[in-house]
């Protein structure tokens, strides 16, 4: 399942499910993506920690499920960090399927991303992280980053543009459904029955 495409205007919503984020940390990221001619909205109590770690994660999910909820939000942008499996169980698939909307994230966050994409089929997005857009956005439009989150948030490309040259170490062909993320946490998730790809028909990128 493919969601809308975003537009000129639309709202993104920046939460934070895997590290404890600050104003100062998450005001240059709003600065950017609204320089690019999005609406940026946060998730409720983004800013919530326990003793200078991030919330609790009851606290992330309620969070974390604000943006899902939200018919105004149509891209869901979150970063890396430590901790974002502990969310998974907590997150309303039932209304990411309601309303597919895009999800966005890297490293830590692929738990997020994968376990979304199995629980409802939507095609999530292996990407970009708020926290360096101000950096990606004052290179533009020369910044792969920047090029790639345009490609992939706002149309279709039919391939991906790699970053640099690729080392082949096994040369073939190979097609079929591409799955994978952050390594300590698919490997978890896969463990834990969280992350179940069909090793016949998907492509584990690890």
């Keep these: ?40 909205r946060l998730a409720p109590h983004i800013f919530a920690h326990g003793w200078d770690y991030a919330a609790a994660p009851e606290e992330r999910a309620v969070s974390f499920n604000a943006l899902i909820r939200d018919p105004g939000v149509r891209l869901v942008f979150f970063g890396g960090g ?27 966050g692929t738990s997020i991303l994968n376990a979304i994409h199995m629980r409802t089929g939507l095609v999530t997005l292996y990407g970009q992280t708020p926290g360096r857009m101000p950096e990606t956005v004052e290179r533009r439009p020369s910044d792969y980053n920047l090029r790639q989150f345009t490609a992939f948030t706002a149309s279709r490309p039919e391939r991906h543009t790699a970053a640099a040259l690729w080392r082949t170490l096994a040369p073939g062909r190979a097609t079929g459904m591409l799955v994978g993320g952050y390594l300590a946490n698919t490997i978890f998730a896969a463990a834990t029955g969280q992350l179940v790809p069909e090793v016949a028909e998907d492509l584990v990128l690890l």
């Design 82 to 108: 430590e901790g974002a499996d502990d969310i998974v169980p907590l997150l309303d698939y039932n209304a990411a399927l309601r309303d597919p909307k895009l999800y966005l994230s890297y490293s830590d």
């Design 1 to 40: 399942m493919l969601a809308p495409l975003l537009s000129p205007g639309d709202i993104i919503g920046l939460a934070s499910p895997s590290w404890l984020a600050t104003e100062e940390s998450i005001a240059p990221a709003v600065t950017a993506l609204e320089s690019l001619g999005y609406r940026v």
